[in-house]
């Protein structure tokens, strides 16, 4: 691990390999961590940056206004990078995608994967599904917060949680009870996106665009995958990976790394 001081605020990040740059962005309720079966794949052939998101993970969070996919470009100025292939999952698919919209001179394809898209309202079916898989959670008990948002992002509506392995449903409300805490703080920070969102600019993201999802995800995540699709000039829309959910690259590495070795410039 390695810090570097980026827009006034130290970041950890892992630098790993040779070759084109490829700079993976964890979900929101993770940290760089997730990306641990890809890292060994990609750096066969590719320069493969690792980023903890401001205040997740080893990243600092101070108090003050800023942008993560501002961030994100600041990095690649602080390591040299004149541009780099994005991957993203979920929230980090967000800032991919914004970074993309704002700087896409910066950014030579994108690879989304279970992703969130700036903008978008969760569907009544959404919170519906909530309450019928977890109910209420006290938002200050953020071990049992953790437990209920792995519960709904990383099983899924479709499985149970004996259907998936122990030790990543152990991982995944370790890290998740970490970023709860970033969470509590970021909701009180100035934290801007891009205007108008991304929701209602897909159709600028003119870079190749590879999206996928898990099966066993959530409905708007799919949903979410299909909209890119249909909009994004360049994209291309894989099969839904089955047998996985939100946390897919942890999920089902062999198809991931296959998908991501096969798209990657």
Known sequence: ??????????????DTGNGSPVLLLHAGIADRRMWREQVPALATRHRVITLDLRGYGDSELPPAPFAHHTDVVGLLDALGIERAALVGCSFGGAVAIDTALTHPERVTALALLGTAVTGYEWSDDTNDLWDALVGEVDPDDYAASAAAEVRFWVVGPKRQPADVDAALLRFAEEMDERALATEHVLSALDVTVPEPPAVERLAELRMPVLVTAGAADLPDISRLADLIAANAPDAVRLPDVPDAAHLLPLERPGPINAALLDFLP
């Open 1 to 14: 691990m390695a810090m570097i001081e980026v827009n006034g605020t130290r970041l950890g990040y892992e």
